[in-house]
Structures are given as structure tokens and as C-alpha cells.
């Protein structure tokens, strides 16, 4: 008998991937897609590796087969974060989750720049 899993993908996650909180602090078994960058990952103990699968492209995942996103912290530095979520929300995904991102009361987006280490900077939204 196989076991059934909870298919969820998370866009972004950076140092602090969500799924590895959700790994360590339950029982049930996920399995994560990991929607990065091509040359992002993170050290993973060997007794998680089995749950997960980094993903460059969101064309390489079938969203129908997926219960949940999750957007670590990272929606708000897409391009083309619009066309992200029409996807999203056409696809069977039931559950939806956008952590550690503004959303104003503003009539407009604002946009700005932010300043990481080594001097790399970032445009990041201000949803309205």
C-alpha cells in the first residue's frame, strides 16, 4: 500500500526554507517542491531529502497535483508575480499561503529597491 502524501510547493524559502519546519515539528509526510533559483540550495539532512524536489521553472510543475503553495517571503520580488497567481488560482490548489509580505491600503503598488548584503539590491512591492 502506498502512502498518501500532502503535495505542497513553496516559491522562495531562501536560508529558512518553510518545509524543513514542517518536516521536523509533525508526522504526516509532505512532499515539497521548492521553486528557486537554478544555482539556490540549502544543505538538507538526509532523512528529508526524500520529501523534497528543487524546481527552477513553474512550468516544470503540475499545479493540479498540488494541495497547497506557499509563498516564503518572495512573491513581492517577482517580475511577473501577476501571471504567478493566475495560474495559481486556476489550478485545484486549495490552501494559499503568502507569509512575511506588505500589503498596504494604498490605491497604487509602490515600489522600491532593497539593499542586501554584498551590495546586491532587489526591486520589492508593496502590495495594495
Known amino acids: 500500500m502506498?502512502?498518501?502524501?500532502?503535495?505542497?510547493?513553496?516559491?522562495g524559502g531562501g536560508t529558512?526554507?518553510?518545509?524543513?519546519y514542517i518536516l521536523k515539528s509533525i508526522n504526516k509526510k509532505y512532499k515539497f517542491k521548492i521553486l528557486e533559483h537554478k544555482n539556490f540550495?540549502?544543505?538538507i539532512?538526509?532523512?528529508?531529502?526524500?520529501?523534497?524536489?528543487?524546481?527552477?521553472?513553474?512550468?516544470?510543475?503540475?499545479?493540479?497535483?498540488?494541495?497547497?503553495?506557499i509563498f516564503s517571503s518572495s512573491i513581492q520580488y517577482m517580475e511577473n508575480y501577476k501571471e504567478v497567481l493566475d495560474k495559481i488560482f486556476a489550478s485545484r490548489i486549495k490552501y494559499i499561503f503568502?507569509?512575511?509580505?506588505?500589503?498596504?491600503e494604498m490605491s497604487e503598488d509602490i515600489f522600491s529597491l532593497q539593499n542586501?548584503?554584498?551590495n546586491t539590491r532587489f526591486p520589492y512591492i508593496f502590495f495594495l
Not at 529558512?16 to 524543513?20: C, G
Request: charged residues 25%; negative net charge; glycine residues 2%.
Open 116 to 118: 542586501n548584503v554584498g
Open 41 to 43: 540550495r540549502i544543505n
Open 2 to 11: 502506498s502512502q498518501k502524501y500532502i503535495n505542497f510547493l513553496e516559491i
Open 98 to 104: 503568502i507569509t512575511e509580505t506588505i500589503f498596504t
Open 45 to 69: 539532512p538526509n532523512e528529508y531529502k526524500v520529501y523534497l524536489d528543487y524546481i527552477t521553472q513553474l512550468k516544470d510543475i503540475n499545479l493540479d497535483k498540488l494541495d497547497s503553495v
Open 16 to 20: 529558512t526554507p518553510t518545509f524543513l
